[in-house]
């Protein structure tokens, strides 16, 4: 099968969605529920928090195999002539320079620099792409892919429910999948996606994931979800793998120093000031939304270094959160944006924005203001975990 095909390969009518503010269901529904899921809303989505223990699910994904629910994410399809152009004027990354086949991590911007999201984009074939953004931030990317669509000629589509996404992440995962598919797996790279049939299954076969581990991605037409999860979870009953819900999934995240929109990215953040400048790429022909003031904000960050994000590891036991201040010598010097129980370290650790002259791995005297008292806290760089090749 060609990849222009694939689109067609994995497509099937879209389904109507509910104008009535009630909360979205997967086509795993009742799957999650029939195995004793707690239930959570998630941006809009009735989405499986977790199925039991959240550390075994986070344990489970570190060491053997763990399967997710991600149909809440937004596929977005441009295709057209211009399609790479397109892509390439919204977006900040070079788009027209991603191999068929291959998929980049990039963001979209405001005019101001502020990022509206952080996105993975997938070249399917010469003129078609698929941007996968973040479901609480799915109307708003394609809000803007539609307006700045304008004078291009390519087509931006809402494909949001015409595909279901399955993810099975863990050093045990490629032999999972492997057990269900001829597909080429140990050529498939990392950042990088094949049309293939995963037990019997249509699918896009993408090695990408959130955990830290290596994994794989699965989207598929939303009514084959619940005969590929199943045949998953059988082909993984002797290797330990685990469903696992959002709880973990952000514990994981966490642990290798992943960004989470609306926490480490926000619109009052530009990708220079979250440390990720580097998906900017200004060598690109063209213009682009938000091009002058990223500009702007690069040769700030030069001359006089926003933030800095920075890893955290308590010294005692008590969990920060994010909002929590970060505080030095008696005044606060930063934010925590994201905290947890890391299963892994055995300790709570934290993201968290800090002044530069504190973001030196092993600064003294940092400490997270928990409630009135300030809790001590090692500086450490990102990530806090780094699986082992």
Same mark, same amino acid.
């Given at each position: 099968?060609?990849?222009?095909?694939?689109?067609?390969?994995?497509?099937?009518?879209?389904?109507?969605?509910?104008?009535?503010?009630?909360?979205?269901?997967?086509?795993?529904?009742?799957?999650? &529920?029939?195995?004793?899921?707690?239930?959570?809303?998630?941006?809009?989505?009735?989405?499986?928090?977790?199925?039991?223990?959240?550390?075994?699910?986070?344990?489970?994904?570190?060491? *053997?195999?763990?399967?997710?629910?991600?149909?809440?994410?937004?596929?977005?399809?441009?295709?057209?002539?211009?399609? +790479?152009? !397109?892509?390439?004027?919204?977006?900040?990354?070079?788009?027209?320079?991603?191999?068929?086949?291959?998929?980049?991590?990039?963001?979209?911007?405001?005019?101001?620099?502020?990022?509206?999201?952080?996105?993975?984009?997938?070249?399917?074939?010469?003129?078609?792409?698929?941007?996968?953004?973040?479901?609480?931030?799915?109307?708003?990317?394609?809000?803007?892919?539609?307006?700045?669509?304008?004078?291009?000629?390519?087509?931006?589509?809402?494909?949001?429910?015409?595909?279901?996404?399955?993810?099975?992440?863990?050093?045990?995962?490629?032999?999972?999948?492997?057990?269900?598919?001829?597909?080429?797996? %140990?050529?498939? *790279?990392?950042?990088?996606?094949?049309?293939?049939?995963?037990?019997?299954?249509?699918?896009?076969?993408?090695?990408?994931?959130?955990?830290?581990?290596?994994?794989?991605?699965?989207?598929?037409?939303?009514?084959?979800?619940?005969?590929?999860?199943?045949?998953?979870?059988?082909?993984?009953?002797?290797?330990?793998?685990?469903?696992?819900?959002?709880?973990?999934? %952000?514990?994981?995240?966490?642990?290798?120093?992943?960004?989470?929109?609306?926490?480490?990215?926000?619109?009052?953040?530009?990708?220079?000031?979250?440390?990720?400048?580097?998906?900017?790429?200004?060598?690109?022909?063209?213009?682009?939304?938000?091009?002058?003031?990223?500009?702007?904000?690069?040769?700030?960050?030069?001359?006089?270094?926003?933030?800095?994000?920075?890893?955290?590891?308590?010294?005692?036991?008590?969990?920060?959160?994010?909002?929590? +201040?970060?505080?030095?010598?008696?005044?606060?010097?930063?934010?925590?944006?994201?905290?947890?129980?890391?299963?892994?370290?055995? *300790?709570?650790?934290?993201?968290?924005?800090?002044?530069?002259?504190?973001?030196?791995?092993?600064?003294?005297?940092?400490?997270?203001?928990?409630?009135?008292?300030?809790?001590?806290?090692?500086?450490?760089? !990102?990530?806090?975990?780094? &699986?082992?090749?």
């Amino acid at each position: 099968m060609g990849r222009n095909d694939l689109a067609r390969h994995c497509l099937g009518r879209r389904p109507t969605v509910s104008s009535t503010g009630e909360l979205r269901h997967t086509a795993l529904d009742a799957l999650h &529920r029939s195995l004793g899921a707690t239930m959570t809303d998630f941006a809009g989505w009735d989405m499986p928090l977790r199925y039991g223990s959240e550390r075994d699910e986070h344990t489970a994904v570190r060491t *053997k195999a763990g399967l997710f629910d991600l149909s809440h994410m937004g596929e977005i399809t441009v295709t057209g002539p211009q399609a +790479a152009a !397109l892509l390439d004027f919204a977006l900040v990354g070079n788009i027209g320079g991603v191999k068929p086949g291959r998929a980049r991590y990039t963001m979209i911007c405001r005019a101001d620099g502020g990022i509206l999201d952080d996105l993975i984009v997938y070249r399917l074939g010469e003129t078609e792409y698929m941007v996968v953004a973040n479901a609480s931030n799915a109307q708003v990317v394609l809000d803007a892919l539609t307006e700045r669509a304008a004078g291009f000629d390519a087509e931006v589509r809402d494909d949001r429910d015409a595909y279901a996404l399955i993810a099975v992440q863990g050093p045990e995962s490629s032999g999972i999948l492997k057990s269900l598919t001829d597909a080429d797996l %140990d050529g498939l *790279k990392y950042y990088a996606g094949l049309p293939g049939t995963v037990a019997g299954v249509p699918a896009l076969i993408a090695r990408t994931g959130y955990t830290g581990e290596d994994g794989f991605e699965l989207f598929v037409k939303p009514g084959h979800a619940v005969e590929l999860w199943q045949a998953l979870t059988r082909a993984g009953e002797g290797v330990g793998l685990v469903p696992c819900g959002l709880s973990c999934r %952000d514990t994981l995240r966490l642990e290798a120093g992943m960004p989470l929109y609306g926490h480490e990215l926000t619109t009052s953040l530009t990708p220079f000031d979250a440390g990720l400048g580097r998906v900017v790429k200004f060598e690109k022909e063209g213009d682009f939304v938000g091009r002058e003031a990223l500009r702007e904000a690069a040769e700030n960050a030069q001359h006089e270094p926003p933030r800095v994000l920075v890893g955290l590891i308590a010294e005692g036991r008590r969990v920060p959160r994010a909002g929590y +201040a970060v505080v030095a010598g008696g005044k606060v010097i930063g934010e925590v944006t994201s905290g947890a129980p890391s299963p892994t370290l055995g *300790k709570p650790i934290a993201m968290a924005y800090v002044d530069a002259m504190y973001s030196t791995p092993g600064t003294a005297g940092v400490g997270v203001d928990i409630r009135g008292s300030h809790e001590p806290y090692e500086v450490v760089a !990102l990530p806090f975990y780094k &699986r082992q090749k």
